[in-house]
């Protein structure tokens, strides 16, 4: 088998990622292919060759899937920001179930719990910012599959509509000029919208700047004039050579400090540099699951905790809550979420997750239940040693399976057994599933 072969291959099953797995020759090479379903018959130009496995482009469906449709979206192979758009919504959940299945053989696993909203869920939009090199239209999308070449996405439709038309909006009358990576000059390097369920909308320009050029705040009112659902704007500086999309410091233009998101009766209190979960409906599903396993009059450690939104919305089982989290945005908020959501005992400790998990161990401090919700990258080794010296039961929420199953395996080295593991579809039309996992210490 060369590069440039075309092959046929029938796919066995989609793994993480949402890549197609089949197998070819007598050695059942691995081959990975993008845009296929478990079962299709396929041609497929080979990409490139390891010494496990080879990728694969498609070129030919020769027997499709019956789950098989066209993707609703017309910017679909462009955009590449969603990546199974190909087959209808029960067939993705059974897909997403059976995914978590490989990672984890050993567990029974229910169904993945489906997003009430499929379209227009995604409440939380950072598009890069560019221009055309000739006519220096400005561009607003998201980037092309592993690379930097952006594509101008005029119609989103998982984001509400109104994203949409603000993009538009930022297109036509942005008044300064964006940001090239080459050159490392031009102003504006990423818009990020926060839109509540109510349809408040918190607006950041991210700048390759240290201070708000001028022209930004006439720019500013005259989008709110526009949109008067956009209740407060920030600029936030960023004058990196890196990939990362915010900088550490943020300035409001006009408007609110922030936004209120409401979950069932919690609320919450959101700022720019504030993590929140961009699907609230799915969220909630996830939250409940959460509030569902954990006993009445509980000490709880909420670790990761953003602006303290899983600890809020159980707080109906709790007794006391600590409070851990290293963006000080998020934790100022937090503790302005506890006073608005009437909760009274609570400790916020600012700063690094691990060093405190350490500084707990040190003091003996014992919790009912520590919730962990890091990023995808999941958790440190040295603080989850600590914590499992904590507490019997870990409420571990991810966005990431595979670095879930890695501190899963370290925490069962502790002697933790899981109770139950349960997906949520926060992401649809994407690979990408949320999970929650319990986890008991067993004798
Ligand atoms: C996936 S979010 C979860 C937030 C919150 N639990 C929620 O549901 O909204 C992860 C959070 O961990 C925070 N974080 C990332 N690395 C951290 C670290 N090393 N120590 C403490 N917090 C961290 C991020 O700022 C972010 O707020």
Same mark, same amino acid.
């Given at each position: 088998?060369?590069?440039?072969?075309?092959?046929?291959?029938?796919?066995?099953?989609?793994?993480?990622?949402?890549?197609?797995?089949?197998?070819?020759?007598?050695?059942?090479?691995?081959?990975? +292919?993008?845009?296929?379903?478990?079962?299709?018959?396929?041609?497929?130009?080979?990409?490139?060759?390891?010494?496990?496995?080879?990728?694969?482009?498609?070129?030919?469906?020769?027997?499709?899937?019956?789950?098989?449709?066209?993707?609703?979206?017309?910017?679909?192979? !462009?955009?590449?920001?969603?990546?199974?758009?190909?087959?209808?919504?029960?067939?993705?959940?059974?897909?997403?179930?059976?995914?978590?299945?490989?990672? @984890?053989? %050993?567990?029974?696993?229910?169904?993945?719990?489906?997003?009430?909203?499929?379209?227009?869920?995604?409440?939380?939009?950072?598009?890069?910012?560019?221009?055309? /090199?000739?006519?220096?239209?400005?561009?607003?999308?998201?980037?092309?599959?592993? $690379?930097?070449?952006?594509?101008?996405?005029?119609?989103?439709?998982?984001?509400?509509?109104?994203?949409?038309?603000?993009?538009?909006? =930022?297109?036509?009358? @942005?008044?300064?000029?964006?940001? $090239?990576?080459?050159?490392?000059?031009? #102003?504006?390097?990423?818009?990020?919208?926060?839109?509540?369920?109510?349809?408040?909308?918190?607006?950041?320009?991210?700048?390759?700047? %240290?201070?708000?050029?001028?022209?930004?705040?006439?720019?500013?009112?005259?989008?709110?004039?526009? @949109?008067?659902?956009? /209740?407060?704007?920030?600029?936030?500086?960023?004058?990196?050579?890196?990939?990362?999309?915010?900088?550490? *410091?943020?300035?409001?233009?006009?408007?609110?400090?922030?936004?209120?998101?409401?979950?069932?009766?919690?609320?919450?209190?959101?700022?720019?540099?504030?993590?929140?979960?961009?699907?609230?409906?799915?969220?909630?599903?996830?939250?409940?699951?959460? *509030?569902?396993?954990?006993?009445?009059?509980?000490?709880?450690?909420? !670790?990761? !905790?953003?602006?303290?939104?899983?600890? =809020?919305?159980?707080?109906?089982? +709790?007794?006391?809550?600590?409070?851990?989290?290293?963006?000080?945005?998020?934790?100022?908020?937090?503790?302005?979420?506890?006073?608005?959501?009437?909760?009274?005992?609570?400790?916020?400790? /600012?700063?690094?997750?691990?060093?405190?998990?350490?500084?707990?161990?040190?003091?003996?401090?014992?919790?009912?239940?520590?919730? #962990?919700?890091?990023?995808?990258?999941?958790? %440190?080794?040295?603080?989850?040693?600590?914590?499992?010296?904590?507490?019997?039961?870990?409420?571990?929420?991810?966005?990431?399976?595979?670095?879930?199953?890695?501190?899963?395996?370290?925490?069962?080295? *502790?002697?933790?057994?899981?109770?139950?593991? /349960?997906?949520?579809?926060?992401?649809?039309?994407?690979?990408?599933?949320?999970?929650?996992?319990?986890?008991?210490?067993?004798?």
């Amino acid at each position: 088998m060369n590069i440039q072969d075309i092959i046929e291959l029938k796919i066995e099953r989609i793994v993480y990622q949402g890549k197609g797995l089949a197998r070819f020759g007598e050695k059942k090479l691995s081959i990975f +292919v993008e845009n296929v379903l478990p079962n299709e018959v396929i041609k497929a130009k080979i990409t490139s060759i390891n010494k496990n496995y080879a990728t694969a482009e498609l070129t030919e469906i020769i027997e499709p899937s019956k789950h098989r449709i066209k993707p609703f979206c017309p910017i679909y192979n !462009a955009c590449g920001s969603c990546q199974l758009q190909i087959c209808d919504y029960d067939y993705l959940i059974e897909l997403k179930t059976a995914i978590l299945k490989d990672i @984890f053989p %050993d567990f029974e696993i229910e169904p993945v719990i489906k997003s009430p909203k499929v379209l227009g869920y995604r409440h939380k939009t950072q598009y890069p910012a560019r221009q055309t /090199k000739n006519s220096k239209r400005i561009m607003l999308g998201y980037f092309k599959k592993q $690379s930097h070449i952006l594509t101008n996405i005029k119609f989103c439709p998982l984001q509400p509509d109104i994203i949409n038309k603000i993009a538009q909006f =930022i297109r036509e009358y @942005f008044p300064c000029d964006c940001y $090239s990576e080459t050159s490392h000059k031009g #102003l504006l390097r990423h818009v990020l919208t926060r839109i509540t369920t109510k349809n408040d909308i918190l607006l950041t320009f991210i700048l390759n700047s %240290d201070k708000i050029n001028p022209l930004l705040y006439d720019f500013s009112k005259k989008i709110t004039l526009e @949109f008067p659902q956009i /209740k407060g704007i920030y600029a936030n500086f960023n004058k990196s050579k890196t990939n990362k999309i915010l900088g550490d *410091k943020s300035k409001k233009i006009l408007g609110n400090d922030y936004i209120i998101e409401y979950l069932n009766d919690k609320c919450y209190k959101i700022g720019p540099e504030s993590f929140f979960q961009v699907n609230p409906s799915a969220a909630a599903e996830l939250f409940n699951i959460v *509030k569902e396993n954990i006993k009445p009059n509980s000490n709880i450690l909420d !670790a990761y !905790a953003g602006v303290g939104a899983i600890g =809020i919305y159980v707080k109906d089982k +709790v007794k006391s809550i600590t409070y851990v989290e290293e963006n000080l945005e998020a934790a100022m908020f937090a503790e302005e979420n506890y006073k608005l959501n009437n909760l009274k005992n609570y400790e916020i400790l /600012k700063g690094d997750a691990k060093k405190h998990f350490i500084n707990f161990k040190k003091e003996n401090k014992i919790f009912d239940y520590i919730i #962990l919700d890091p990023p995808r990258s999941g958790c %440190d080794k040295e603080g989850l040693e600590a914590i499992s010296e904590l507490a019997e039961n870990i409420i571990y929420v991810s966005c990431n399976p595979q670095t879930l199953k890695r501190d899963m395996e370290i925490l069962n080295g *502790k002697g933790f057994k899981i109770k139950l593991l /349960k997906g949520v579809d926060l992401f649809p039309h994407t690979y990408h599933i949320e999970c929650v996992m319990i986890l008991e210490k067993g004798e």
